[in-house]
């Protein structure tokens, strides 16, 4: 598959991604892990929110879908997505990205995606958000 391709098919299932999340759709999400095997290792920007499994990661998502949270505007806020670069090989891909809160852009948050092809679709393995260090 051609690079613009490749590129393509990963925006897209990012936006996908995103998208259950503004749509607060648990089910949806619920695609995009790897649910059989209940493989899931994602490290949060927020505090108390890292997990090791994709039942774990659910129940906080939510439980924040229901209830919100003490920070930032406390719902699932819009996000701007700079700079992704896509290394993918066969049935695997890893997506780093800048990704900014629309309502507080400063500071910025680091995001780094792995994901592996299962039965012909894509699966979130991994996930790493950070803020950016104070400049």
């Known amino acids: 598959m051609e690079h613009n391709n490749i590129n393509k098919l990963f925006v897209d299932f990012l936006d996908d991604y995103n ?6 759709d ?3 999400l619920k695609e995009f892990y790897d649910s059989t095997n209940n493989i ?3 490290f949060d920007n927020h505090k108390d ?5 994709v039942e ?3 129940r906080l998502i939510s439980d924040f879908f229901e209830n919100g949270k003490a920070t930032e505007s406390g719902g699932v806020e ?3 997505i700079e700079n992704l670069h896509v290394f993918h090989k066969i049935d695997s891909a890893c997506l780093c990205f800048i990704a900014k809160y629309k309502s507080f852009p400063v500071p910025a948050v ?3 995606m792995y994901l592996e092809c ?14 950016e260090p104070e400049k």
């Open 78 to 80: 819009p996000l701007i």
């Open 49 to 53: 929110n890292d997990t090791y499994c």
């Open 56 to 58: 774990e990661h659910l």
């Open 110 to 112: 680091r995001a780094t």
């Open 26 to 28: 648990i089910n949806k």
């Open 118 to 131: 299962i039965h012909k679709k894509w699966k979130v393995m991994h996930v790493h958000c950070s803020f």
């Open 19 to 24: 998208q259950a999340f503004y749509d607060k």
């Open 40 to 42: 899931l290792i994602y």
